[in-house]
């Protein structure tokens, strides 16, 4: 069927009138071949181009926590955002393939939240050596490029060739699942990619459902399959990822490439596939995980929220100096099992609780409200005793 918005008359009479025609009328000349072959090839790149860019438009104009607090919070910006997010968020779909919004969103946060960051994390250590030993938890042991032979720096950027490999062959396999059970199985797609947006507590259940999954999931592939068992792939796994003496940046996908998909991607994509995750739910746990690994593997003594990522960050480092323990990643699952090498997570807790001195907080909150409790009191006692008194006095 023809359009009629892209239909010109001048196309279908005589070149010799067209040519006496004006421009803005005439039939314009086709396109040559060299531009025919650089639209076939560049038209893909540019409808991913539009795909990743109105993804992380709709992420990034409305905050989690104001997606969060709308139930609770009245207030007009979150309410604007929020209806904003939702345009975008609509058109994203209704313009674009699902399939292509699931697995091009899925890079894309892989790679704003892990990959560039984790790049710019290597390049620091790289180019301004003797002002990041001081920060790291293992001195000069995490700067790999320090003072490294062309063969040692030739074997880390190795190291990082495979680890980004390791991520794109994640995102291959995630499409070879969707498209093995939408276009050869003819059934439903893993994730809900639809325009209805899931409610702010669904969020918050799929989240923490889904990491504490991937937390068991993580431990048992780890320790049975990857250390406690004499398959091909534990061996490959011994060679490749406990070759490294240090996390450093971008390490953290690095690894044989069959012990990253039973490592990494298994526990991250299987929550989602068997609770099946909204598409926007699993952009928000994707991108937990890649915040997570940029900064546990940067090698960094402090990093944001130390108290979680600070100490998924010191028990990778004694997992890899060990290789005994410390087989989860939050350590919750390895203080159950006892298999927790240096710090527990329940330390971390007790730590942290000391460190903001709570019970002392809470013994202080106590007194207080103890005191304001018998100051009211007080209060109520003299009044109703001065009103008696008064009372007294009248009658006689």
């Known amino acids: 069927m023809v359009s009629l918005y892209g239909f ?50 709709a992420l990034v104009g409305l905050p ?24 975008t968020w609509y058109t994203l779909i209704l313009s674009h393939p699902p399939l292509r ?35 790291k938890a ?23 060739g495979w680890s980004v490999g390791n991520v794109l062959l994640a995102t291959l ?3 070879s699942i969707e498209f093995l059970l939408t276009k050869v199985l003819l059934v439903h797609s893993a994730l809900r990619v639809t325009t209805t947006l899931p409610t702010p507590f669904a969020i918050i259940i799929d989240l923490a459902r889904g990491y504490i999954m991937r937390e068991i999931l993580t431990y048992v592939i780890h320790r049975y399959t990857l250390h ?42 299987a929550p989602a596939f068997l609770f099946r995750f909204h598409m926007l739910t699993y952009l928000m746990f994707l991108t937990i995980i890649s915040l997570e690994e940029t900064f546990a593997y940067s090698g960094y003594s402090t990093v944001p929220t130390n108290f979680i990522l600070g100490g998924i960050a010191r028990r990778t480092d004694d997992h890899l100096l060990h290789g005994d323990g ?13 298999t927790t090498i240096g710090g527990s997570l329940i330390e971390d807790v007790g730590d942290e ?44």
């Open 173 to 175: 396999a995630q499409f």
């Open 326 to 338: 410390n087989f989860g990643r939050l350590g919750l699952v390895d203080w159950v099992m006892n």
């Open 101 to 135: 919004v699931e697995l091009i969103g899925s890079l894309a946060i892989r790679v704003v939240f892990y990959l560039l960051p984790s790049a710019a994390f290597f390049a620091f250590d790289f180019l301004f050596p003797s002002a990041a030993v001081s920060a």
């Open 228 to 269: 406690e068992s004499r398959s091909f792939v534990a061996k490959a796994h011994n060679s490749w990822y406990h070759s490294l003496e240090a996390p450093f940046p971008l390490s953290a996908s690095y690894d044989h490439p069959l012990a990253y998909l039973l490592h990494n991607f298994i526990p991250t994509y």
């Open 8 to 57: 010109n008359p001048a196309c279908y009479i005589p070149t010799t009138v067209n040519n006496y025609l004006p421009s803005a009328v005439a039939c314009a000349p086709p396109p040559s071949y060299f531009s025919s072959a650089y639209n076939t090839i560049t038209s893909p790149f540019g409808s991913t181009y539009s795909t990743v860019r109105a993804m992380l438009q």
């Open 353 to 396: 609780a000391e460190k903001h001195d709570v019970e002392g907080r809470a013994k202080r909150a106590g007194r207080k409200g103890l005191a304001d409790a018998r100051t009211k009191a007080n209060g109520v006692f003299e009044g109703a005793k001065s009103r008696s008194s008064r009372r007294q006095r009248s009658d006689s």
């Open 64 to 87: 989690f926590l104001s997606l969060l607090l709308i139930p609770t919070t009245g207030s007009w910006s979150t309410t604007v955002n929020f209806f904003f997010f939702y345009l």
């Open 138 to 160: 293992q001195g000069s042991s995490g700067l790999p490029m320090k003072n490294a032979s062309r063969s040692r720096s030739l074997q880390y950027l190795r190291i990082v």
